[in-house]
């Protein structure tokens, strides 16, 4: 039997390939080279572990083996990260704001790109609180409620001309939504970004 399993581990060879790349994609961090050597290792440890005698299929077992091992890797590589303190204050304040809005308004109030959101994203899903070492950071969680009360001040309009500005529009191009001037919508921005100036150091004491 033990002869057949040695035999049989060049046939995992792209089930460890497609989870590693499955891993890798979904943190954007992880080396896929690391999570496919995890893999490996997670066979090995199948073969050694089998027991026939228990009944099991090998092909399951050492998939499942082979499973854990690389999403062990992935956590223990996660939790091994470090982040600037101005991406973990983000990342609390994405945190505490997912409780009341969208996705979208959230982007918005805190004039976040794309793609820097899907990063705060991923470490949403892949980190828990005690991963991120806030030490460093002058972080006040209550002060998060100050964010709603004024981005909920705003008015319909007000809030649509932050997206248009998020999204990289230029005023002429805002004034031209509304009917109005460029200079109108900067002067608009302007005042809204004085409402909310304190929204990028709420939370800091």
Known sequence: MTDNRVNDIHEFDGFINRKAAKFANASS???INDLRQAGYVGLLSAQRNFDIQKGSNWK???STCINNAIITESVRFLKSITVSPKTALTYYKVRKLKM???????????????????TIQRLIVNL?????NS??????????????TIYDSLKKEEKNILKLRRKKCTFAQIGKSYNKSYEWARLKYKSITSKIEELHNVGID
């Open 60 to 62: 399951s077992y050492a």
């Open 29 to 31: 961090i992880c080396d």
């Open 128 to 132: 828990d609180n005690d991963t991120i």
């Open 100 to 118: 009341c809005y969208s996705d979208e308004e959230i982007k918005d109030i805190l004039s976040l790109s794309d793609e820097y959101y899907q």
């Open 135 to 148: 030490n460093k950071l002058k972080y006040n969680k209550n002060n998060i409620s100050d964010i709603r």
